[in-house]
């Protein structure tokens, strides 16, 4: 487990470099990335060879989970597994694989919650990125079969890249998932690096 500003591993400088690369000739209109080191490193890595040659947007909202003071402290001293069980607020034999949505670690740590809230807020800010539409774009509609590449992106929409970390990314699918409805769906999902 990373603590919380860790820059890339060689592995990661790789990864980033490698997807820069694959997104060369792809319009990056806006390149949003999380303050921490690792994400800025990778977002460097995009801007870099990218034709649009994007200004990157460090952000707050973007940060990963905020586990809180004292499991900084604990990871600080290599206290992993005191650190394990803060962050799930219990010992990992009590551990049955749901942490509580509302939990948060004692000293400043967030919640699943908060960081459904953060990506309600970051959608609020994209909203004021975007373009009002009179007709969708074709590849929003039913018949378009698309293979999720992002140089099949519609032309007429602004394209923004979200350089983030896996909880943080997981709670935004979540609050775009849930946008408007009464519960949390909840799903998490592991999110490569450097990955689409």
Known sequence: MQT???????RGEIQAKALGLRWLDIRIDYLLSSPLTRAVQTAEAIAYINQSNPEIMQMD????????????????????????????????????????????????GESYNDLVARGARLLKCLAKMGVE?????????????????????????????VVSHNLFLSELYDALHCWGKPEHVGKMFDYQNANW
């Open 4 to 10: 919380d500003n860790e820059p890339l591993t060689p």
């Open 61 to 108: 909202i973007l940060k990963e989970q905020d586990h809180g003071k004292l499991f900084r402290s604990y990871m600080a001293a290599g206290k992993i597994n005191a650190a394990n069980t803060l962050r799930r607020g219990c010992a990992s034999s009590d551990f049955d694989g749901v942490v509580p949505r509302n939990y948060r670690a004692p000293e400043g």
């Open 133 to 161: 539409l009179t007709v969708p774009p074709r590849e929003l509609s039913e018949e378009y079969t698309s293979t999720s590449l992002p140089d099949e992106l519609p032309k007429t929409v602004p394209h923004i890249v």
